[in-house]
């Protein structure tokens, strides 16, 4: 049974409370300004779709056998939403949503909305969205909670509603729905391990506890109280005992599991040292590309405490370990929380 969009939600799954927050956020902006509303959906359609919200107010406009002087219209839309906790959208359901549309609206969207974890989730969805668009007129569209936030931040609104959006996204990073891994550095303890580092790989027991790692975009090797270089992470892989199975933990570059899981596997066999550490245990491969000079220093007393430290939205407005390494550096620690 459908229920209105609610402050006071008593849904104990986390999709349906997800989509009642996020149907709330676009039901204020409405309610505030209907024009901003407006752009917010223009912004996240497919280049080209013209949508409008509200009503027209038009003059000596021709229709099919007269000119009135004045003609007050409003467009028929309807929206729909998907929402996933994660990227596992099935045919059937999507299919059925298509169906479920009114023929006689004018403009009929179906949204996907998740945490997608590649830039482009269209390519994924290619095929259902040409069929949804050649059978039944419907615009398919997958967007991701990132590019939702984004657009709600770029349009004017009060400074109540501004408050509103800032809350919203401190919500969304608790359901851990915004990619914070995109603008996440790791920096590692890598004292007398700069020779494999040198290879553009980094590896250590995979364990658990301590030796857990956060998915991230960026590592960099510590030594006598510095960073000197900034990698990108391509992909992490876990190798069982004696180059046993491989498992991809994450993949930021999108390349081909096997093709990963195979590469970390070589990475072992180049290094002594860790073949004979993989006869007892997994290893973690972080196959590494892109590694810039940098000079980030900590300045503070003592050395590295552990065997990693995370600085958190450091890369905000970084696109790529080239930009990064030159933001930090001669930069401090202290300059940052992390």
């Not at 459908?2 to 402050?7: A, D, H, Q």
């Not at 364990?207 to 030594?223: M, N, V």
Request: hydrophobic share 35%.
């Amino acid at each position: 049974m459908s229920r209105p969009i609610s402050l006071f939600t008593d849904y104990r799954s986390g999709e349906n409370s997800l989509t009642n927050y996020c149907g709330l956020i676009f039901k204020m902006l409405y309610e505030e300004n209907p024009k901003s509303f407006e752009e917010v959906l223009g912004a996240l359609l497919p280049s080209g779709t013209n949508l409008t919200v509200g009503v027209n107010f038009l003059q000596q406009t021709k229709q099919r056998k007269s000119i009135p002087d004045l003609a007050i219209t409003q467009r028929s839309f309807t929206i729909f939403f998907e929402t996933k906790l994660s990227n596992w959208f099935y045919e059937k359901q999507t299919y059925e949503h298509i169906k479920g549309f009114q023929q006689e609206t004018q403009d009929k969207i179906l949204f996907l909305l998740s945490n997608f974890e590649t830039d482009e989730p269209e390519t994924q969805f290619a095929d259902e969205i040409k069929r949804a668009w050649e059978e039944d007129r419907v615009i398919l569209k997958p967007i991701s909670f990132e590019e939702l936030l984004k657009q709600l931040k770029s349009v004017r609104s009060s400074e109540s509603f501004k408050k509103v959006i800032d809350e919203f996204e401190i919500y969304l990073d608790t359901k851990n729905v915004l990619p914070r891994w995109k603008y996440l550095l790791e920096i590692v303890n890598c004292a007398g391990l700069y020779h494999e580092i040198e290879e553009n790989v980094y590896l250590c027991p995979d364990t658990g506890g301590s030796r857990s790692h956060r998915r991230a975009k960026y590592l960099a090797p510590y030594a006598n109280k510095k960073v000197t270089k900034i990698f990108e992470v391509r992909a992490v892989v876990s190798i069982q005992q004696e180059l046993g199975e491989g498992n991809v933990k994450w993949n930021n570059s999108g390349e081909p599991e096997q093709v990963l899981i195979e590469e970390a596997r070589e990475a072992i066999r180049r290094f002594e040292l860790r073949i004979n550490e993989n006869k007892t245990l997994p290893l973690q491969v972080f196959l590494l590309t892109n590694g810039e000079p940098t000079c980030f220093a900590k300045t503070s007393p003592g050395g590295m405490f552990g065997s990693k430290k995370y600085f958190w939205n450091i890369a905000l407005d970084c696109q790529n370990s080239q930009e990064l390494a030159k933001f930090l550096d001669g930069k401090s620690w202290n300059d940052f929380q992390s």
